[in-house]
């Protein structure tokens, strides 16, 4: 699923206009990418947690000269899916 196709059945499933739709999915978007850049962890339950997690600093191979490398350490998203999903899944 696409982000249009997400847009198309937010409108369906709650009765609003795509637009109103696509601004709604947009501000959730950046509410919880904001959030994140403060640092903070967002919680929904029962559909899942949003947090930062910092991958440390590490050695790796350049895959075309075969030389070592080090890989610098950098912040990544992570998304735990909560029980409601997990059983929904399952």
């Given at each position: 699923?696409?982000?249009?196709?997400?847009v198309s059945a937010i409108?369906?499933?709650?009765?609003?206009?795509?637009?109103?739709?696509?601004?709604?999915?947009?501000?959730?978007?950046?509410?919880?990418?904001?959030?994140?850049?403060?640092?903070?962890?967002?919680?929904?339950?029962?559909?899942?947690?949003?947090?930062?997690?910092?991958?440390?600093?590490?050695?790796?191979?350049?895959?075309?000269t075969k030389a070592a490398?080090?890989?610098?350490?950098?912040?990544?998203?992570?998304?735990?899916?909560?029980?409601?999903?997990?059983?929904?899944?399952?």
């Amino acid at each position: 699923m696409n982000k249009s196709e997400l847009v198309s059945a937010i409108a369906d499933k709650s009765g609003l206009s795509k637009s109103d739709s696509k601004k709604a999915l947009d501000g959730f978007i950046e509410a919880i990418t904001d959030a994140l850049k403060a640092g903070d962890k967002v919680a929904l339950v029962g559909f899942g947690t949003f947090s930062v997690s910092e991958r440390p600093e590490r050695q790796g191979i350049n895959p075309l000269t075969k030389a070592a490398m080090t890989i610098p350490a950098k912040k990544v998203a992570k998304f735990k899916a909560g029980a409601d999903v997990d059983n929904a899944i399952n």
